[in-house]
């Protein structure tokens, strides 16, 4: 069933747990991620990017999330929503949460536009997610270099301020697969601050702990991924405990589908038909998003 972010997430902060949250661009990704919710009897949100719309399209997607919704408890959410045409769009067709990112605008600038999206979300019963601070990396649309941390008393007067249904913080991590040199370190006590004071459900980015497995098999296969390091479930668990209640993972579902492509093109080239080479990644993706949302602790909750 097709429900608000905001549902979910104010339940899930009562139960003090975390809701994944996936990026996906085909119908392979939709039907994994609802697949391993089912199975694991887990609200789940699934988000798409302004790039995966342009890559396939919004009534594509929005149809994918209408048959996924059919039989998992789900929110259907615009990730990182920058253009408000897409945004407009996004609330008419039926998406049920959406996030407007103004973290590029300083802070009365990202509070007055914020405002106004929540405005004309509201109306439609959709929610708002809205992002304050910056989260380093890069992904197709957005870039930044920096991280700039949240201020915990920034975070307090923004959600005040613009009615927003969920917040974006930054504390240390970074969208893409690059995100440390070596051991992760989220800003654990900053984190703790935020969410002293701050009422609305929190939301964590850039959280693919982009595990060594799936880069070694990537590699082997003939991927040239370097060294890269995400969040370690440790840090995660404890981003959960402290306050998080949603987490949005894009690059480590690439990883599971791109190495397992890899290795079936590589182990069986007679293989042509994409249905055997699809197959087992989206199946790698199942088993991937089972595993988070154990980590996660919203197993059993839908
Ligand atoms: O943070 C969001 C996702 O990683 C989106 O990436 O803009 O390349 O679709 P994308
Ligand atoms: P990752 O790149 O760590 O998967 O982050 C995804 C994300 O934050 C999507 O909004
Ligand atoms: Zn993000």
Redesign the pocket.
């Known amino acids: 069933m097709l429900e608000t972010g905001k549902k979910l997430l104010d339940k899930a902060q009562k139960g003090n747990y975390a809701i994944g ?1 996936f ?1 996906v661009v085909n119908m392979e990704l939709v039907q994994a991620v609802a697949e391993a919710s089912r199975i694991e009897k887990s609200p789940v949100i699934i ?1 798409t ?1 302004e790039g995966a719309i342009s890559y396939a399209g919004l009534s594509f997607l929005y149809e994918l999330g209408m048959e996924a919704s059919k039989y998992v408890s789900m929110a259907l959410h615009l ?2 929503g920058r253009d408000l045409n897409i945004i407009k769009d996004c609330i008419k067709i039926g998406y049920s949460s959406i ?1 407007y990112d103004g973290s590029h605008l300083d802070f009365k600038e990202n509070i007055r536009v914020t405002k106004k999206v929540v405005g004309w979300a509201h109306k439609q019963n959709v929610s708002v997610e809205a992002e304050i601070g910056t ?1 380093g ?1 890069a ?1 197709d649309k957005i870039k930044s270099r920096t991280i700039i941390l949240t201020e915990p008393s920034d975070a307090k007067e923004f959600a005040d301020k613009t009615g927003c249904d969920s917040l ?1 913080i930054a504390i240390g ?5 690059y ?1 440390f040199a070596g051991k992760s370190k989220l800003d654990i006590n900053r984190l703790r601050e935020i969410n002293k004071i701050v009422k609305i459900p929190l939301v ?5 702990s ?1 595990p060594q497995s799936l880069v070694r098999k990537a590699n082997k296969y003939g991927a040239k991924l370097g060294n890269p390091h ?2 370690s479930e440790g840090e995660l668990r404890k981003a959960v405990k402290n306050g998080i209640n949603k987490i ?7 990883l599971a589908f791109d190495a397992t492509v890899r290795q079936i093109i590589k182990e069986k080239p007679e293989v042509f038909d994409i249905r055997k080479i699809l197959s087992p990644a989206r199946q790698e993706i199942i088993n991937l998003v089972r595993n988070k949302i154990k980590l996660f602790g919203s197993n059993g909750k839908a």
């Open positions: 949250a990026n988000q990017s990730d990182h996030m989260i990396g992904e974006a991590t970074s969208h893409g697969a995100k964590l980015h850039g959280a693919s982009v995400g969040v949005n993972t894009d690059t480590d579902l690439r």
